[in-house]
């Protein structure tokens, strides 16, 4: 992909983040995405997919 293109892909990202669009930002995510949450609470450490 060139760089105009993953440019749109990470303002789209942004956007849908920014409008708590959760379905947006999982439909321009990788299915084998890796999360990593930090602090001391349930759904803090490393986490891998696409688990909602």
């Known amino acids: ?3 105009q293109g ?3 892909i990470v ?3 942004f956007a849908a ?3 708590g669009d959760l379905r947006g930002v999982l439909a ?3 299915d084998d995405v890796g999360w990593v949450i ?3 609470w349930p759904l ?3 986490h ?3 688990h909602v």
Do not use: F
Request: contains cysteine.
């Open 48 to 50: 891998r997919g696409l």
């Open 11 to 13: 303002k789209e990202l």
């Open 44 to 46: 803090a450490g490393t």
């Open 38 to 40: 930090p602090g001391e």
């Open 1 to 3: 992909m060139s760089t």
């Open 6 to 8: 993953n440019v749109l």
């Open 28 to 30: 321009l995510t990788a």
């Open 17 to 19: 983040t920014g409008c």
